[in-house]
């Protein structure tokens, strides 16, 4: 019953980037930059990361400890891997953003909670009870070359994170063209950073679950992207021609 259940959460999973990209690709998720009257109810937006995000944090741990391999090594550092990004991005990444007041919809709050517990069910169970993940995996190529994809896409993506936040000096409002690092050669290198953690997740795991959480971070990422830098372009005519939306010399 219980690998049944994953099974049909993760083709989900699946069916529902396919379902995203299609929706993002034609209307702009309405919250940031893009925020607009007409989708309900809104909240705070710092309380609106923390109560999206934190099935990502709370609910797998609830479902990774529950898992039978839970208190193996390997398991221990793929959760360790996984947390790294969510504890950031759950409880201090909101409490740093400069927000100019804007309100987030509780319909993109409800979304958000809801893919982020449906995916950490599917991993988080993955890992500690489903999968198979010996000490010795800690020394196979996948799980070196995905960690090491997961570090750099992590570093890329706080580091983008901060450059964005610095373009507002406290209590400004207002937006400006990024400059410097990675920003040279596309408009959301946070976004890139963070296809390429999961990216190297799913290699880290070598897992259906992990794949389809990177196959969905592309189909909700690479719509908004390309949504941010046509919004670049309509706003700043002197915007850089050359740079590209989130795949350098690409996309």
């Known amino acids: 019953m219980d ?7 993760l083709l989900g999973v699946f069916v529902a980037a396919a379902l ?7 209307v702009s998720a309405p919250y940031g930059r893009h925020r607009r009257e007409g989708w309900g109810l809104e909240i705070n937006t710092r309380a609106a990361w923390v109560l999206m995000e934190c099935p990502a944090v ?5 479902v990774y400890f529950a898992g039978d391999n839970a208190w193996s090594t390997a398991p221990l550092c793929l959760l360790a891997i996984w947390q790294a990004h969510y504890v950031q991005r759950t409880l201090v990444y909101p ?30 169970r993955m890992i500690s009870h489903i999968g198979s993940y010996e000490e010795s995996w800690l020394t196979d190529p996948r799980f070196l070359i995905g960690a090491a994809l997961f570090a750099f896409g992590y570093s890329l993506n706080r580091g983008s994170d901060r450059r964005l936040r610095n373009l507002r000096a406290p209590g400004e409002t207002g ?7 990675a920003f ?3 408009s ?9 953690e999961w990216t190297g997740w799913a290699i880290a795991t070598w897992s259906l679950a992990g794949l ?17 830098h046509r919004w670049y372009k309509d706003k700043f005519p002197d915007y850089p021609k050359d740079r590209r939306a989130i795949l350098p010399f690409i996309l």
């Open 58 to 62: 709370f609910g797998f741990l609830a």
């Open 188 to 196: 959301c290198p946070n976004y890139l950073g963070e296809f390429i």
């Open 20 to 26: 995203v990209f299609l929706f993002l690709t034609f």
């Open 95 to 124: 409490f740093l953003l400069r927000t100019g007041g804007k309100p987030t919809p509780l319909s993109v709050v409800a979304m958000g909670f809801t893919f982020n517990a449906v995916n950490a069910y599917v991993n988080a």
């Open 175 to 181: 937006y400006k063209i990024p400059r410097g690092g």
């Open 184 to 186: 040279e050669l596309v």
């Open 212 to 228: 389809s959480f990177a196959v969905f971070t592309a189909a909700n990422l690479v719509p908004r992207a390309l949504t941010h």
């Open 3 to 9: 690998e049944s259940l994953h099974s049909w959460l």
